[in-house]
């Protein structure tokens, strides 16, 4: 019996029924090169596929459909860029206002997506928290629902579906490599996977500066981190001093969350361009650079990594898959030629 977290396998079934058609069935690939790395079969979520280029699809979708159209103001987020687009795409679906939060380290392809689905966006401060007080005041003041990007337990039950989908697919699943920012994704993917099968290992990866659910794990509460610049743009910002779901499920269900730098990430976004063909934000290639990197030692098989979003800055990638070095602010990646 899995303990209680506050979400449960049953929340996931239903999320899989409000997603359906919409945001759902996205495919699983074989990666030849990184099934050679990790010595057995390895396979790719393409979660990149989705109508917003993202996953957070899933999660925006299942909490929206929660609210009546005819009864509220509208919903306010805060978003590294991402959870904003789907709460934009799934508020226009259903005709409610939208107003998305986001700190001037949101990459301007991000914040030009949500400006496209109609959805108001406000640039506030320099971290995802300066843009969650914003979002704070919105929901307190003005009356506007809140959707947290991670922490609620409709998102994370939409997000769990892809756990839903990956075992329907491939009962036989050993290992699931998930990005970890807030952990609304890896917390609701292990929830699924775990309940279905207790022994497959979840395993969860953070870029090495900025670590928010990392360092909270590890001082066995939720702590704050300071956010910087990093290719895995997508997986910025703090976990929230009074997380109510995600934490628990993080620390009570992950195996283990690993971290890399941003040259492992630039490493992995070429490896998985060159190797796969495939176009893929900093954050959805972390767990391919835990494993390139040789942190993650061993892996078994088979398993999958879930590619998170595509939606990064064209400029940034094509230097990337130029092998020239990376300026992010005050971040300096060193590049080299992919193979190199
Ligand atoms: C939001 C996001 C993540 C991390 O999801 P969390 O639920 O915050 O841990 C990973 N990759 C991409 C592309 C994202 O947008």
């Known amino acids: 019996m899995m303990q209680d977290f506050g979400v449960t396998l049953e929340d996931i079934k239903s999320a899989r029924a409000v997603i359906r058609g919409h945001a759902d069935a996205t495919p699983l690939i074989p990666s030849p090169f990184l099934s050679q790395h990790a010595g057995g079969e390895f396979l790719l979520k393409l979660e990149n596929m989705q109508p917003i280029g993202a996953f957070k699809i899933r999660g925006a979708m299942t909490a929206i459909a929660q609210l009546d159209p005819s009864k509220v103001k509208g919903v306010a987020c805060c978003s590294t860029g991402n959870h904003g687009r789907g709460v934009a795409y799934a508020a ?6 939208a107003i998305i939060c986001m700190s001037s380290l949101v990459p301007k392809v991000k914040v030009d997506g949500i400006k496209a689905l109609g959805a108001e966006v406000r640039i506030i401060g320099t971290s995802q928290d300066d843009a969650w007080q914003e979002a704070e005041r919105l929901c307190r ?22 756990g839903l989908e990956l075992l329907a697919a491939r009962p036989d699943l050993a290992t699931i490599l998930v990005p970890v920012s807030g952990g ?28 928010a659910m990392h360092a909270s794990i590890h001082a066995g509460e939720p702590v704050d981190v300071e956010e910087v610049a990093s290719l895995a743009d997508s997986l910025g910002g703090g976990i ?14 992950l195996d283990d969350v690993l971290l890399v730098t941003e040259e492992e990430i630039y490493k992995a976004m070429q490896a998985l ?10 954050a959805c290639v972390v767990g391919i650079a835990a494993m390139m990197s040789g942190k993650l030692k061993t892996i078994e098989t088979p398993a999958a990594a879930i590619i998170t979003g595509r939606n990064l800055d064209m400029d940034m990638f094509t230097r990337i898959v130029n092998g020239e070095d990376v300026t992010l602010g005050t971040t300096r990646i060193n590049g080299s030629p992919y193979g190199q």
């Open 92 to 97: 226009r679906e259903r005709g409610i206002k």
């Open 141 to 162: 003041e003005e009356g506007y629902i809140d959707v947290s990007p991670f922490d609620d337990r409709f998102v994370i039950a939409g997000q769990g579906t892809i």
């Open 184 to 211: 609304g994704l890896a917390g609701g993917i292990a929830l699924a996977a775990k309940s279905l099968n207790p022994d497959i290992k979840v395993i969860g990866i953070s870029m090495d500066r900025g670590a």
């Open 240 to 253: 929230g001093l009074d997380n109510a779901y995600s934490f628990a499920l993080c620390r009570d269900l």
């Open 273 to 282: 361009y060159y190797e796969d063909r495939i176009i893929a934000e900093g």
